[in-house]
């Protein structure tokens, strides 16, 4: 989709839109973004990337990302649902200018957790995560696993406790002085990294997982831009659809 420039809102929102049922067997994305000097964008898709069973391939979503200088770009690809038999293999390469930063989240699913007696928790055959973010050529953060499957309950237990969903964040730029404590039954963990930048990892039921790594994500993206106190990209504008996936919730009386 074309970008949308919100009225009000410091950042245009650029959504990726899959006219597929989702990623299936064999299927690769290649997806080429260049964040020009000085502009501010959010970039994420319109909904899950749902990764359908595997029946003799993987499929695949591969990024190719470069960040001018005095550019601010936030990806949150959406969150990633493995079904049962799934393979799928993420691969991210950022290249960032001297002063371009970058935000990238990522939220991984259980699978089709809600589904009673057919439930496919844990049951995919493998995901692989593979990120690199550089300036200049110079490696800043590299972020890789292999997860495979299905994973026997010890195994759940090992990664993920009792949890259905976790989160990580990097953002190449300085941390916010402190974060909001996170909501009852929602772990994440905060830790500097060399180059100035740091990570989060969460760990936590998926709609809390969601909201906090968002919430984190558009505050210090704000904060960057506009200075502590700005409020969070997008989060208040109408220009954002109430049922998109990282959307505030409804107000229940």
């Given at each position: 989709?074309?970008?949308?420039?919100l009225?009000?809102?410091?950042?245009?929102?650029l959504y990726?839109?899959?006219?597929?049922?989702?990623?299936?067997?064999?299927?690769?994305?290649?997806?080429?973004?260049?964040s020009?000097?000085?502009?501010?964008?959010?970039?994420?898709?319109?909904?899950a990337?749902?990764?359908?069973p595997a029946?003799?391939?993987?499929s695949?979503?591969?990024?190719?990302?470069?960040?001018?200088?005095?550019?601010?770009?936030?990806?949150?690809?959406?969150?990633t649902?493995?079904?049962?038999?799934?393979?799928y293999?993420q691969?991210?390469r950022?290249?960032?200018?001297?002063?371009?930063?970058?935000?990238?989240?990522?939220?991984?699913?259980?699978?089709?957790?809600?589904r009673?007696a057919?439930?496919?928790?844990?049951?995919?055959?493998?995901?692989?995560?593979?990120?690199?973010?550089?300036?200049?050529?110079l490696?800043?953060y590299?972020?890789?696993?292999r997860?495979?499957?299905p994973?026997t309950?010890?195994?759940?237990?090992?990664?993920l406790?009792?949890?259905?969903?976790?989160?990580?964040?990097?953002?190449?730029?300085?941390?916010?002085?402190?974060?909001?404590?996170p909501?009852?039954?929602l772990r994440?963990?905060?830790?500097?990294?060399?180059d100035?930048?740091?990570?989060?990892?969460w760990?936590?039921?998926?709609?809390l997982?969601?909201?906090?790594?968002?919430?984190?994500?558009?505050?210090?993206?704000?904060?960057?831009?506009?200075?502590?106190g700005?409020?969070?990209?997008?989060?208040?504008?109408?220009?954002l659809?109430?049922?998109?996936?990282?959307?505030?919730?409804p107000?229940?009386?």
């Open positions: 989709m074309p970008p949308f420039d009225g009000g809102e410091p950042a245009a929102l990726l839109i899959n006219l597929t049922a989702g990623l299936l067997d064999g299927d690769g994305h290649l997806i080429e973004l260049v020009r000097a000085g502009t501010r964008a959010v970039v994420t898709g319109q909904a990337s749902r990764v359908h029946v003799g391939s993987f695949t979503q591969q990024w190719a990302v470069e960040v001018e200088d005095d550019a601010v770009l936030v990806v949150l690809p959406g969150p649902i493995p079904y049962r038999g799934s393979r293999y691969r991210g950022v290249d960032l200018s001297p002063t371009g930063r970058i935000l990238w989240g990522d939220i991984w699913l259980a699978g089709r957790y809600e009673g057919a439930s496919e928790r844990f049951v995919f055959d493998r995901i692989v995560q593979d990120l690199e973010f550089r300036r200049s050529g490696l800043l590299r972020d890789r696993f997860w495979d499957g994973w309950p010890d195994a759940v237990e090992w990664h406790g009792d949890a259905l969903a976790t989160g990580s964040l990097y953002a190449s730029g300085p941390p916010p002085a402190s974060l909001p404590e909501a009852p039954g994440r963990a905060a830790f500097p990294l060399d100035a930048g740091f990570c989060v990892r760990c936590g039921p998926p709609a997982v969601t909201e906090d790594l968002v919430r984190t994500t558009l505050s210090l993206a704000a904060e960057w831009t506009s200075g502590p700005s409020p969070p990209w997008l989060l208040r504008s109408s220009g659809a109430p049922n998109h996936w990282f959307s505030a919730p107000a229940r009386p």
